[in-house]
């Protein structure tokens, strides 16, 4: 499912216009997006989580040349899944 089939299914069962649906979906991602970047934890109760995790720096490779790289320290998000996800998948 992606963001157009996602407003679709939203204009369908909440009986809501496309306009609105799409404005929904896109101030839910907008405040998910928002509360990441301040550094919150994002918990949609029995479906799943979205945190940021905070790497330090290290020194990598480069894959071609063999050459060592300085890799600056960096944040990323991360999902997961609820234990109400896990059963539904997994049935």
């Not at 405040?31 to 550094?39: C, L, T």
């Amino acid at each position: 499912m992606n963001k157009l089939e996602l407003i679709s299914a939203l204009k369908n069962e909440a009986g809501i216009s496309k306009a609105e649906a799409s404005k929904v979906v896109q101030i839910f991602f907008d405040q998910m997006v928002d509360a990441m970047a301040r550094g919150d934890r994002v918990e949609i109760r029995g479906l799943c989580s979205f945190y940021v995790k905070e790497y330090k720096s290290y020194t990598g490779r480069n894959p071609k040349t063999g050459e060592k790289v300085a890799i600056k320290p960096k944040k990323l998000p991360f999902f997961k899944s609820g234990k109400e996800l896990k059963e539904r998948v997994d049935y």
